[in-house]
Nanobody, 124 residues
Framework: QVQLVESGGGLVQAGGSLRLSCAAS????????MGWFRQAPEKEREFVAA????????YYADSVKGRFTISGDNAKNTVYLQMNSLKPEDTAVYYC?????????????????WGQGTQVTVSS
């Protein structure tokens, strides 16, 4: 099965930046793109950003639009998340995932494979 490994998480002060990366072990014929989700303690997992390989279209949650940028290298099956102007409310475990077509990008049901997550902590 496809395995994903995230890296780049850590502790940063408010207003700082971090760059997350995620590499997938392989790409299947059904791979449509990749995305990032996050989950804070006692909260549900929420959509952050996504990219479609075929069209290069990107999508963002309203809470991060203008601050975060998703990019990727589909030849390397790798996706990145540049996070700028970080806020304490961005603190969460961030997960990358591989998307298959058929369901909207913002739904967890659209993603068939998930990484183990990387912790991002933003201090005030």
């Amino acid at each position: 099965q496809v395995q994903l490994v995230e890296s780049g998480g850590g502790l940063v002060q408010a207003g700082g930046s971090l760059r997350l990366s995620c590499a997938a072990s392989e790409r299947t014929a059904s791979t449509y793109g990749m995305g990032w989700f996050r989950q804070a303690p006692e909260k549900e997992r929420e959509f952050v950003a996504a990219i479609s390989w075929g069209t290069s279209r990107t999508y963002y949650a309203d809470s991060v639009k203008g601050r975060f940028t998703i990019s990727g290298d589909n030849a390397k099956n790798t996706v990145y998340l540049q996070m700028n102007s970080l806020k304490p409310e961005d603190t969460a475990v961030y997960y990358c995932a591989v998307r298959t077509p058929g369901i909207n990008y913002y739904s967890t049901r659209a993603y068939g494979y998930w990484g183990q997550g990387t912790q991002v902590t933003v201090s005030s």
